[in-house]
Nanobody, 121 residues
């Protein structure tokens, strides 16, 4: 599976952005997809994940209630709607695919390139 993330940019605090993850290759619905982020000088951290069918979702506490992950297997796409953005959300965001829905990077073996999100105060 090849993944490509897009949609990052500069936004003011309180604003919204929608990230996209486009997939190609093997049957996309076989894979859970997760979003991770990495801020300068920090480790990569889990943001949200969705199961292959889209029936299960999982969020980090820091984004719960503000971010929504969704997917459309017919379009081979996963989206991360980010609302009420905060300066601490500033990071490079990555999408990744795994055989099961999980929060640990250990389970993800296909990664897209990152897209930069910058939230100004």
């Amino acid at each position: 599976v090849q993944l490509q993330a897009s949609g990052g940019g500069l936004v003011q605090a309180g604003g919204s952005l929608r990230l996209s993850c486009a997939a190609s290759g093997r049957k996309f619905s076989n894979y859970a997809v997760g979003w991770f982020r990495q801020a300068p000088g920090k480790e990569r951290e889990f943001v949200a994940a969705i199961s292959g069918s889209g029936g299960s979702t999982y969020y980090a506490d820091s984004v719960k209630g503000r971010f929504t992950i969704s997917r459309d297997n017919a379009k081979n796409g996963v989206w991360l709607q980010m609302n009420s953005l905060k300066p601490e959300d500033t990071a490079v965001y990555y999408c990744a695919a795994a055989s099961i829905i999980a929060a640990s990077t250990d389970y993800y073996y296909y990664w897209g390139q990152g897209t930069l999100v910058t939230v100004s105060s």
